[in-house]
């Protein structure tokens, strides 16, 4: 696959941090050609590769954002990326995003998810 996207982190509602998945934020522009779903990504940040897992969609379990997002969760990254400009690269796409009935079973799904991905990393 290896689809690039470039962007700036904007903050988000933190309910990724609540989950124990902290997310780096892009907005994007729905027009881009690039199916909802979660993938597998490397993300480069000023020279540093880190493995991660994204989803970009509109988030549907903790109420719908008007706004196309890519959000991605950086594999052993601790700090801020508020402002800063990073670039993730799709590897591989795992599953489409979903809804889910509870904070719960969307915790259970990423851990998953993130299961898969170091598979495919």
Do not use: C, W
């Amino acid at each position: 696959m290896n689809i690039s996207i470039k962007g700036k982190v904007v903050q988000g509602e933190r309910r990724g941090t609540l989950l124990g998945f902290p997310t780096a934020n892009i907005p994007m522009d729905p027009i881009i050609n690039i199916p909802e779903g979660v993938y597998a990504v490397i993300v480069l940040y000023e020279g540093y590769k880190y493995r991660g897992m994204a989803n970009i969609g509109y988030h549907p379990t903790v109420g719908r954002s008007p706004q196309l997002l890519l959000e991605t969760h950086l594999f052993d990254f601790n700090g801020s990326l508020y402002g800063k400009e990073i670039e993730v690269t799709l590897i591989e796409r795992i599953r489409d995003e979903q809804h889910f009935d509870s904070s719960e079973t969307l915790s259970q799904a990423l851990q998953q998810d993130r299961a898969a991905v170091e598979n495919i990393l």
